[in-house]
C-alpha cells in the first residue's frame, strides 16, 4: 500500500491539519498565515512611504517661516537675525525634500547648510532645541568637541548619524531626511598653521573627515555608536538630503574681524567705514574669510554657505530672559515652589540685581541661573523639611545680597 505524501506550507513548513486553507501553487503551498503576514509586510511598507510624504507635506502647510520665527520668539529672546535665517534654511529643507519626491526634473536643488557664530549664553543650543520640538523631522544634537580622528581615543564623525538614527527609530529612509545641529564647531578648528611633532587628531583632522558628510555621501555607521569594527554590522545612511546646522562661540575671532575690517579702511571711504562700523558688535561683520583665520579650513567653509550670527545679550534681553519666555529661569523656580505648595515672589530689585551680576560675570543666558541658584539652593535645601512651611515666601533684595555673598561669587567674575 502506497504511503501518504503530506502536504505542508512551503513557507513556515506547517502542516495541512493545523491551518484553515492551503493554498496549492505550481511547485508547492502557502498557507493563510503566510499569505496574511505577507499582506500586513506589504501594507506597512506602503504606509511608511505614504507617511513620509505626508509627514513633510504637512511640515510644509503648517511651518511657514515666520510661523517657526513666531515659535522660536516664544522661547528665545531677541537673536532675529539668526532666526530667520534659521527659519528660512528649515522651511527650503522642507520644501527641497518635497521637490525631489514630487518631481524628477533635471533641477536639482542644493541643500544650504549654515553656521550659527555667537559668544556663549546667546542662544544658539537653545535655537536647536526649540527647532527641533516644533519639528517633524529627526533631529538630532551632536557636540563636535568628542570626536576624534578615525583610530583614536573618542568618536568617530560617523557616530554623529547614530544619534539621527535613534531619534528616527532606525528608520533609515526617515533619517535621511532628518536635520543635525553639530554644535561646538570651534573647537575642532586648527590650532596652528606652524606644522609640529605631534597630530592633530581633534582639529584639522576632523574637519576633512566631516567634509564628505556635509556635501552628501554614503556613509556606514554603526547603529549603536562608538568605534567601527571590521566584523560589525553596519547601516548605510545617504547624507545629501539631511541639511546640517553647526554652532559655535568662536572666541576670538572678533579680533580677526577687527584686523579685517582695518585692514580694509584704506583709501577714499576709509572714513566712511569706520563710521559705520559697531565696535561693540563685530561678530555682524563675520565672514568665511574670518572663520578661515580662526582655523576652519576653506573645504569646509564652502560646505557651509550660509553664515549668521548671535548678538550679545544686553541687559534688556537679559532682563526678559528672566520672566518672559515660556520657559523662563523665574517661572521655573515658581513652578518648583508650586509642587511644594508655596507661593514664590521675588521682589523687582532682586531681578535687577541678578542681571547686574549676569552682565559682570559676562556669561550671558548661562551666567543667569548659577547666580538664581547661588540665591535659592539655601531655601529650597531647607524648605521641603519644614513642618509648617509658609504659603507665600518673598526674595527680597536684602536675602539676596547676604546668599551671593555667602556664595562667594564674586570669585566668578570674569576680567
Do not use: W
Not at 513620509?52 to 513666531?70: C, F, G, H, M, R
Amino acid at each position: 500500500m502506497a504511503k501518504e505524501t503530506t502536504i505542508r506550507c512551503s513557507l513556515c513548513n506547517r502542516d495541512k491539519k493545523d491551518v484553515k486553507i492551503l493554498i496549492a501553487g505550481v511547485n508547492g503551498h502557502i498557507c493563510d498565515n503566510c499569505v496574511t503576514q505577507a499582506f500586513h509586510l506589504i501594507a506597512d511598507e506602503n504606509l511608511t512611504d505614504n507617511s513620509t510624504k505626508q509627514q513633510i507635506q504637512n511640515s510644509l502647510n503648517l511651518l511657514k517661516p515666520v510661523a517657526i520665527k513666531e515659535k522660536l520668539d516664544e522661547y528665545v529672546i531677541g537673536q532675529d537675525d539668526a532666526k530667520k535665517v534659521l527659519a528660512v534654511a528649515v522651511y527650503n529643507h522642507f520644501k527641497r525634500i518635497s521637490h525631489a519626491l514630487k518631481n524628477k526634473e533635471e533641477i536639482e536643488i542644493d541643500k544650504s547648510n549654515l553656521i550659527l557664530v555667537g559668544e556663549t549664553g546667546t542662544g544658539k543650543t537653545l535655537l536647536a532645541r526649540t527647532i527641533a520640538k516644533m519639528l517633524n523631522v529627526p533631529f538630532c544634537i551632536a557636540d563636535a568637541t568628542v570626536l576624534t580622528e578615525a583610530g583614536y581615543v573618542g568618536e568617530d564623525v560617523e557616530s554623529i548619524l547614530t544619534r539621527l538614527l535613534q531619534a528616527a527609530d532606525y528608520n533609515v529612509e526617515t533619517a535621511e531626511k532628518g536635520i543635525v545641529f553639530i554644535d561646538e564647531l570651534d573647537k575642532i578648528a586648527r590650532k596652528s598653521d606652524n606644522p609640529s611633532i605631534t597630530r592633530d587628531v581633534s582639529g584639522e583632522g576632523v574637519q576633512q573627515a566631516m567634509l564628505k558628510l556635509l556635501e552628501g555621501t554614503i556613509v556606514n555607521v554603526p547603529p549603536q555608536g562608538g568605534r567601527k569594527h571590521p566584523d560589525a554590522k553596519m547601516i548605510a545612511v545617504n547624507t545629501k538630503n539631511i541639511l546640517f546646522i553647526c554652532g559655535g562661540a568662536f572666541d576670538g575671532i572678533e579680533k580677526k574681524i577687527a584686523q579685517r575690517l582695518n585692514a580694509q579702511s584704506v583709501g577714499y571711504s576709509a572714513s566712511v567705514t569706520k563710521e559705520e562700523i559697531d565696535k561693540f558688535n563685530l561678530l555682524q561683520y563675520v565672514s568665511p574669510q574670518d572663520l578661515k583665520a580662526f582655523g576652519l579650513i576653506p573645504e569646509l567653509i564652502g560646505r557651509l554657505p550660509v553664515i549668521t550670527y548671535l548678538k550679545p545679550l544686553d541687559r534688556s534681553a537679559l532682563r526678559q530672559i528672566l520672566t518672559e519666555p515660556k520657559n523662563a529661569l523665574i517661572k521655573q523656580y515658581k513652578q518648583l515652589f508650586k509642587m511644594e505648595g508655596v507661593k514664590l515672589e521675588f521682589e523687582e530689585v532682586v531681578l535687577e540685581l541678578i542681571v547686574d551680576k549676569a552682565l559682570e560675570f559676562k556669561l550671558g543666558a548661562r551666567g543667569l541661573r548659577g547666580i538664581c541658584e547661588a540665591i535659592m539652593t539655601d531655601v529650597m535645601y531647607e524648605l521641603p523639611s519644614e513642618e509648617k512651611a509658609p504659603k507665600t515666601f518673598t526674595i527680597t533684595y536684602e536675602y539676596a545680597l547676604e546668599k551671593l555673598k555667602t556664595a562667594k561669587m564674586s570669585q566668578l567674575k570674569v576680567a
